[in-house]
């Protein structure tokens, strides 16, 4: 078996293939936890419609309390796309995303995003031989239809976005908040981007002297809505300076052919103990002709990790699924858990099949898990609530096990 050279966060893929696809995943929470924001930069390779991309999702609380959910995909150039491995950054057009901090200058015909979000060190996984990444040792298998790594569990973000709603959704509202840290931001982003070509154009988008978000002139449209198309005015009725200092960040990827055709996943790292972070997948894994229902998860608590997974022979159950969540048992020698997940509001994204980015699924980014963990070497249990969790449920009917 032939190891994997690239650390999961890098760039997996070639310009040459075709029916393929690459996308990270950085999702970031406030501090109060009422606003979040997910970025997916992609690659998709697939006969004559190849492109770049960069998806969002952003969920906030309106004054009534009620969940707002928007979603875009902004479409780029093949040419817009590069990137670098060492120091890592992938860039789409205005768009920049590294392992220190992301900066982002999306306009499409429903919101314009722009700003710089930091990041504090990352939390990664254990890696092994056996276990390069959290596929374990599928990780080494050349034709597998869905690669999936994991950055980062959980890490500090600190910046700031503006937001600006087109009128059209003005029932879409949050809180102006002013941020504090422009300077942090530039050294750290002039500290990573030393060996990265084109450094001044990130640093047109930093915040100014006075702490004001520079305005960024004649920027494209990529997702094919002119400037001529929309009244301007009508565009910045609702402009919000939203604020991530001491917020929360998660960062994952996927590379291959396609997402699977039956899957779950789930995310969260807010609970009320600040060390307990959960990833869980399950999904229906095509392999040598055939397939199985695979899954992984990984557990964090107290400064330990607890790995479940079908190649840790972990065993799994399925107790219910639902369009409002599922519950799930997972066991292992040294540890129990069991997962009920619940989803709330949903936005609308798009996901690879062949390559082609064609495929919409549902994404929750404001559920709620419930956990119960037993360390069997221990007998310590931890019973605990989570919020502000990442779920996506696709293919899957109602059923009971």
Request: with cysteine; hydrophobic share 30%; aromatic share 12%.
């Amino acid at each position: 078996m032939k190891a994997f050279k690239k650390k999961s966060i890098e760039f997996q893929g070639n310009y040459k293939s075709d029916k393929y696809f690459e996308g990270w995943y950085y999702k970031q929470v406030c501090a109060d936890c009422n606003s979040m924001i997910s970025f997916i930069p992609g690659i998709s390779l697939y006969d004559k419609d190849s492109h770049s991309f960069v998806q969002y999702i952003y969920k906030t609380i309106d004054p009534n309390g009620k969940d707002k959910v928007i979603t875009g995909y902004c479409r780029y150039s093949i040419k817009e796309f590069s990137y670098t491995d060492n120091p890592f950054c992938v860039k789409i057009g205005d768009n920049t995303f590294t392992d220190k901090y992301l900066s982002v200058n999306l306009k499409d015909s429903i919101c314009d995003i722009q700003g710089t979000l930091a990041f504090g060190e990352f939390t990664p996984i254990k890696q092994t031989f056996l276990m390069p990444d959290i596929m374990g040792i599928f990780s080494y298998i050349p034709w597998m239809e869905c690669y999936h790594g994991l950055i980062s569990m959980k890490h500090r973000v600190d910046g700031s976005l503006n937001i600006v709603i087109n009128s059209k959704r003005n029932d879409f509202i949050c809180d102006n908040v002013k941020p504090d840290n422009n300077e942090a931001l530039k050294g750290i982003i002039n500290e990573h981007a030393e060996n990265i070509e084109n450094k001044s154009k990130l640093d047109d988008q930093i915040n100014d002297e006075n702490g004001d978000i520079k305005n960024i002139e004649n920027v494209k449209n990529k997702s094919g809505v002119s400037e001529n198309d929309s009244n301007e005015s009508e565009k910045r009725e609702i402009d919000s300076l939203l604020s991530f200092d001491c917020g929360s960040g998660y960062i994952e990827k996927d590379w291959g052919r396609s997402f699977p055709k039956r899957y779950i996943w789930m995310q969260c790292n807010h609970f009320h103990n600040e060390t307990v972070s959960i990833v869980f997948s399950l999904a229906d894994i095509p392999f040598i002709g055939t397939e199985f229902e695979g899954f992984l998860c990984n557990f964090c608590i107290d400064g330990e990790e607890f790995r479940f997974a079908t190649y840790t022979r972990s065993k799994f159950k399925l107790k219910e699924i639902s369009s409002e969540g599922f519950i799930a048992e997972l066991e292992k020698r040294s540890a129990s858990l069991i997962i009920k997940a619940s989803a709330n509001s949903h936005g609308e994204l798009i996901a690879p099949d062949l390559g082609s980015m064609n495929k919409k699924i549902r994404e929750e980014l404001s559920g709620k898990v419930h956990i119960v963990f037993c360390n069997k070497k221990t007998g310590k249990i931890y019973e605990g609530d989570g919020i502000v969790a990442g779920i996506e449920m696709v293919g899957y009917s109602n059923s009971v096990n």
